[in-house]
């Protein structure tokens, strides 16, 4: 039976990850906090887990009722702590044998999960935020893209979005016009598909898993899979933690934490068309955890 105090269903019944496996180390416990549960959990040399509620005890579970739903996929562990777990969704490209899987980064931030999908799909701050790396002045324009929600899926799909970036990946030299798909499939992870210097046809693959620790703070975890055959590991993973460094202060400091959801609340541009089109389809599916429903602003 479930032991959560979240209120919301949809949360609940998601899996969540709760850290990268090669980062774990084997028959290690480590603990953590996920939907203002403490956890522990155990990585076991053939990559198997066990993850159990840490005021049980924090060095094994006790009995099979103490052990949490776990998985391992994406190179995360994945917990669900309600009864009715809702299948966790598909990363193919992770499974391509040329590609380089790998955990860029794990960063505590003060803020909520939905804040930080917001601030994920925004392509409007590159130039101000991520100077001279993913954007420079004067090319500050978001041109016109194609949002849609699937009916197959149910995920949030935002295509042909280009936007000019002096320094797109660590193996770029030259800057380009750079294109994105963004794809949410998960209240709070978003995946994004952009092109790989090298490849006319194939796409790099960033990916943000977000660890909600409670309403207002997250781990969050950047999953790369990328087709780059030049840099280390290390450069890789620099590259990615200087862009996410310059966006933790930007998050920290948004006010409320949570995401209202009323379209009231915080008025949109044209180019948030992807942030809209995310606070409806939370708001349609109800979730309460993390966000400000309209009810609350009145």
């Not at 996929?73 to 990363?91: K, R, S």
């Not at 499974?95 to 794990?106: F, H, K, M, V, W």
């Not at 202060?249 to 009323?262: F, H, S, Y």
């Amino acid at each position: 039976m479930s032991r959560t105090n979240c209120a919301d269903p949809h949360i609940k019944n998601l899996w969540h990850p709760i850290g990268a496996i090669a980062e774990a180390g084997s028959n290690v416990v480590k603990s953590t906090v996920l939907l203002a549960e403490k956890l522990s959990f155990k990585v076991f040399p053939d990559e198997t887990v066990k993850v159990w509620y840490s005021d049980v005890s924090k060095t094994a579970p006790q009995e099979e009722s103490d052990l949490v739903k776990s998985q391992c996929a994406y190179g995360y562990i994945w917990v669900c702590l309600g009864d009715d777990p809702i299948e966790l969704f598909l990363v193919p490209e992770y499974q391509e044998p040329d590609r380089r899987n790998l955990n860029a980064a794990t960063m505590g931030v003060h803020v909520s999960a939905p804040r930080a999908v917001e601030n994920f799909l925004d392509m409007g701050h590159f130039p101000f935020v991520h100077t001279d790396i993913l954007g420079v002045e004067p090319h500050t324009e978001v041109k016109d893209y194609d949002v849609e929600i699937t009916a197959d899926t149910d995920e949030i799909i935002a295509t042909k979005c280009r936007f000019y970036q002096p320094m797109a990946a660590a193996t770029a030299t030259s800057g380009a016009d750079v294109e994105y798909i963004y794809r949410v499939p998960h209240p709070y992870c978003s995946v994004l598909y952009k092109s790989s210097p090298g490849y006319d046809d194939r796409l790099d693959v960033i990916a943000l898993f977000l660890q909600p620790v409670d309403e207002e703070r997250v781990r969050a975890h950047m999953m790369l899979s990328l087709l780059d055959n030049t840099n280390e590991d290390k450069m890789i993973r620099l590259f990615q933690q200087t862009i996410f460094g310059q966006d933790k202060p930007i998050l920290e400091n948004q006010n409320p934490k949570r995401l209202p959801l009323d379209p009231r609340a915080e008025v949109p541009i044209r180019a948030d068309k992807t942030a809209i089109a995310y606070r409806r389809w939370l708001r349609e599916k109800g979730i309460t955890y993390g966000v400000i429903v309209a009810e609350e602003l009145v």
